[in-house]
Structure formats: C-alpha cells, structure tokens
C-alpha cells in the first residue's frame, strides 16, 4: 500500500471540506430548520472536535462512535474522525443499552459523541462494554465521566490537524440492519465513499440548478451518508432532515421553503408525502430529482409519483450497506418504460448473476447479484470467516436475487433467504407482493412462507388495509390473486396488522414476522 506521506493526502471527506472553506468560505453548506453552517464554520468546528478528542487521546484507527437525532453536530462528528484518520461508527439510535453495548464492544469504540436525549442509556452501554473512556455530549452531560461537546470545542484550538490520512485506511464502520443474528460492521474506506460520490456525480450529471439536497433518511444508516457526499463536494447545501418521527405534510413544506432540487425517500415515506392533501398546489418548482431506495417499491407507487411530480426525474436507487451503497439506477427516462426494474449497475460497478456455482445464468432466468470494484467493502470488522464467505469466488456476494432482461435491466425478486419453497416450486416475495400492491383493499402487505404439513411451506399475506374496517379477507384476496399469477404463488392465508415492523431503512423485518406467525 502506497506511503500517503510520499505520494501525497488523499481526497477523504475532510479534504474537500477544506478545499470549500479556502475557496467558498461564506457559502452554506448546512442547514436544519433555523441553523445553518457556513464552510468555514463548519471545517473550524470540526477541526476543534478532532483537536478536542486528540487532547483526550484518541488517533489514527481508534474508533469514535456517534449516536444522535439527525442534526449539523453528528455531521460535524463524521468530518472530525476523517480529520483525525478515526473511524466512525454510527450507531442507531433506536436500540436499547444491550444492543449497544454490544455495537460499542464489537467495534471497540474508545469514544462516543451523543445527544442528550440518548445520554443515559448510552451510560448504561458504556457501562457494560467497559471500552469507551471518552463521552461528549451533545446537551447536558449528566452522567459520570461524561463532558459537554460544545465545552471540549470552545476550548480546543484550531490549528489545522496534520495527519495524513490513507484514503484505503477504514473510515466508517456501518452495522448492518441486523434482520438475523447480531449485526456485522461493514468496513467503508475513504477511497469506497469516494469512488461511490463521483459515480453519483457522472450518473446523475453535475448541473448549477441542482445544489441543494436533502434525504429523509437517518444519518447512522449508509443512504443517509452517502446521499449528501455528492452535494457537498460540489459546494452544494444539505438540508439536515429531523428524524424521531416522519411528519410528510413538513417534509413537503421543508422541500418547498429550502427550494431542494434533489431528495431521496424511501418507498413507505413517499407513499405519505404524496397523500399530502395540497400537494398539487405546493410550489416544488426547484425540484430536479425525486428518488427511492432502501426497500421495494409497487409499482402502483412509482405512478403515483410520476404523477405527483411531472416536472421531476424519477429515479431509484438500489443496493446495500456492504457497496457504499449504491450499484444499480434506472434514470428517470426509463422510469415508465421499464417500471419495477432498478436499472442497471453504475460506473464504478461490476455486477454477475450467478447460480449456486457461480455460473452466469441466462438473460430472464434468476440468479444472485453478486459484485466487485472499488465501492465494495473492505470487509466485515473482525470477522474474517464471514468476509471470506461473503467474497467467495473473488466477488461480493449480495444475497439479492434478481433477473435480467434482453436489454440489461435488472428486476429484484426476492433476498436470497426470504424466498418460499412451496412444494419445490420457488416462490419470490418481492413479485407477488407487488401484485398483491394492486389490491383495492391492501396498503401494504408482505410475504413470508409458513410452515406446512404436506407443501413444507406456504405464503402467508400480512397486510395493512387501506381501510381498518374494511379489510379483504382471505377468500377474496385468492380469487382476485389466482386470475394475476399461478395458483402456486397465490397467499391461502391472511394476517390483518395496523403496520408492518421495518428497520430505519423502511425494510419490513420479515425475520419478526416469521417468528410471529410461523407457529
């Protein structure tokens, strides 16, 4: 590996917030509700947290985990541990102390920055993972040990932090959704964000009414990372979207008063935003693109927005936390003419799809996405037996399955676990769940297999009606499911639930549902 300190720094995210301080020091590149920062304010508050967490021993490769609502402080964290050549490790802050301590413990963390709001139960981790010596809290410390962010930056100096990081050295350690089993920390280097934010760049195109940007995704998930990289290394804003829960009529009223031209939602929230009841009278005139990801989308949704934002390219996004995280998009040229697909792989990716043998299949037949390039991931923290499984064959194996159409678009039909063997026939959740979408009673449904005596498994429907009182029942939805799609794949069960269980990232956890009602 080549000596940065002869070949010259690389460009990690603290070098171009650099660049943008020097160049443009009075542009905003920040703003949540009324606050903003300049990049000037922004590069001088993160080299004092990183000359704040220098004093306090903490360098190069040492881990600095943050856990916080969205908000300019966790972003000032991220630049701060690149400037320092730490590691990041956001933690979701949706977990209970044991799952945390156990993030805290896994990563090795001798440092964690959070919000107030999260303070006593992060105490509670430190306490049982015995790892993390340094706490900053965004807020009042209250806890023993703990000391207060704003207090350890007054007091720091700005002198610029001289080290001289390798932008292949880990610069954020992201957990997984943990759907089974304990999460693994997918290893993201300087050169895997980098590598991902100009192949954003060049797939999108670069244009001066496109500058503002904003996701409705959590700052600790990858999508919530990655989806502002690009903004801010052309000098863009970023809008810091709130999380602790998603309000769609002030997601809409933020889009138009900030004027975004570029956002990405999740399916589940903007099948809300465009529920919004004045929508059509909102001025969103700056928009240029409106994109989903992070979980399946019907099709009867991607019409909808296609018709809520005519002026607006929609595009999808897929991919996962292990490629930084995108590898597929379909532009929005496409977006009618081959509704459903997630694309094709950008620049930057190498995709096969492969069976069990690692043999390509045929164009229409289904296989396993599987990947290589310099997006994907330096492997999982401390898990070498997973990473070698994971990268069998010389190429990242995603776990997606997915089909190939005679012009190079890709349809997902199932995650390689959650798809249904009933009676030897395969049966992908991700294609019946999309017609069952169709369903004038249905809002949201998903499927799971169930055990059975004489098929081994069957499909059970868990739906949410789009009218609680009025429900389709189980004898309904197999007539009108058995004229769209063969008997075999056809649900003979029903379970009505008020929602489905996601992760942060909108995907349902089939896993909790397979527990719930596989008995």
């Not at 303070?119 to 410390?141: F, N, P, S």
């Not at 797939?203 to 990289?229: E, K």
Request: hydrophobic share 40%; with cysteine.
């Amino acid at each position: 590996m080549p000596d940065p300190l002869l070949t010259g720094r690389g460009m990690t995210m603290s070098d171009q917030l650099a660049r943008h301080a020097r160049t443009a020091p009075d542009d905003v590149a920040l703003r949540f509700g009324a606050a903003r920062r300049t990049y000037r304010e922004l590069d001088d508050r993160a080299t004092r947290l990183a000359n704040a967490l220098r004093l306090r021993g903490i360098g190069p490769g040492d881990r600095i985990a943050v856990l916080g609502h969205n908000g300019i402080e966790v972003i000032e964290c991220y630049y701060a541990a690149a400037r320092l050549g730490a590691i990041c490790v956001p933690v979701n802050f949706r977990l209970v102390a044991d799952e945390i301590a156990y993030v805290l413990a896994d990563s090795g963390a001798a440092a964690v920055l959070v919000d107030e709001t999260f303070a006593d139960v992060v105490a509670a981790a430190r306490a049982k993972a015995r790892c993390t010596e340094v706490c900053l809290v965004i807020g009042d410390a209250r806890s023993d040990g703990a000391e207060r962010y704003e207090d350890a930056l007054r007091e720091a100096s700005t002198e610029p932090v001289d080290v001289a990081v390798d932008e292949h050295s880990p610069a954020f350690v992201m957990y997984t959704s943990g759907t089974t089993g304990h999460p693994k920390g997918a290893v993201l280097t300087h050169r895997n964000l980098l590598m991902h934010t100009f192949s954003m760049l060049v797939q999108n195109g670069v244009c001066d009414n496109d500058r503002v940007g904003l996701s409705g995704g959590p700052l600790f998930h990858v999508a919530g990372l990655a989806a502002m990289l690009p903004t801010l290394l052309i000098g863009g804003t970023w809008v810091v979207a709130r999380t602790g829960g998603f309000d769609p009529a002030e997601a809409v009223a933020v889009l138009e008063r900030e004027r975004v031209t570029s956002c990405f939602f999740v399916p589940a929230q903007w099948q809300a935003i465009c529920a919004v009841p004045d929508i059509a009278e909102r001025d969103l005139s700056a928009l240029r693109r409106v994109t989903w990801g992070a979980a399946p989308a019907s099709t009867d949704l991607l019409r909808r927005m296609i018709e809520t934002f005519p002026d607006a390219e929609v595009t999808s996004v897929f991919g996962q936390t292990e490629c930084s995280p995108v590898t597929t998009m379909l532009r929005g040229a496409d977006a009618l003419r081959k509704i459903g697909s997630v694309g094709k792989p950008i620049l930057n990716v190498e995709a096969r799809i492969v069976d069990d043998d690692m043999n390509d299949v045929p164009p229409g037949e289904v296989g396993e996405i599987v990947y290589r390039g310099p997006m994907v991931m330096q492997g999982y923290w401390g898990r070498p037996e997973e990473t070698a499984e994971a990268f069998r064959g010389g190429w990242f194996h995603s776990g997606d399955l997915v089909r190939q159409d005679e012009d190079g678009y890709l349809f997902v039909v199932d995650r390689k676990k959650d798809m249904i063997i009933s009676g030897g026939e395969n049966i992908y959740c991700a294609e019946v769940e999309n017609t069952l979408h169709g369903h004038p009673k249905i809002a949201e449904v998903s499927l799971i297999g169930v055990p059975d005596p004489k098929w081994g498994e069957t499909p059970l429907a868990v739906l949410v009606p789009r009218e609680a009182a009025d429900p389709p029942t189980a004898e309904e939805l197999l007539a009108w499911s058995r004229e769209r799609m063969a008997a075999y794949k056809c649900p003979r069960r029903i379970q009505v639930v008020g929602e489905l269980p996601r992760n942060p990232s909108g995907k349902v956890l089939k896993n909790r549902l397979r527990e719930q009602y596989s008995k």
